[in-house]
């Protein structure tokens, strides 16, 4: 059973924009904070945004603030992250998580978002 599926992902020129898409069981989006995380080839994986379970908090990393968005469709289980401005530093496989303050249980399959100069 997928709990979790991303979609969105692809090649834009830097400055434009990509919305992406993580559609959750149920289950998962009604008791899970839903963050999106993002890997470089030959990086860490790194945190991006995360919003809390109840949708009244969202977090975002340094380097995506004033950028990217993370919100939500409670009807359709489903989250996103809004990219705007995009940089050719934003290549990355994006992955979407659910998880707690102890951590992240689940995993997306990840979309490749690949930004060119």
Do not use: H
């Amino acid at each position: 059973q997928v709990e979790l599926a991303e979609s969105g992902g692809g090649l834009v020129q830097a400055g434009g924009s990509l919305r992406l898409s993580c559609a959750a069981s149920e289950r998962i989006f009604s008791s899970y904070a839903m963050g999106w995380f993002r890997q470089a080839p030959g990086t860490e994986r790194e945190f991006v945004a995360v919003m809390s379970w109840s949708g009244d908090t969202t977090k975002y990393a340094d380097s995506v603030k004033g950028r990217f968005t993370i919100s939500r469709d409670k009807a359709k289980n489903t989250v996103y992250l809004q990219m705007n401005s995009l940089k050719p530093e934003d290549t990355a496989v994006y992955y979407c998580a659910a998880g707690g303050s102890w951590g992240y249980d689940y995993w997306g399959q990840g979309t490749q978002v690949t930004v060119s100069s």
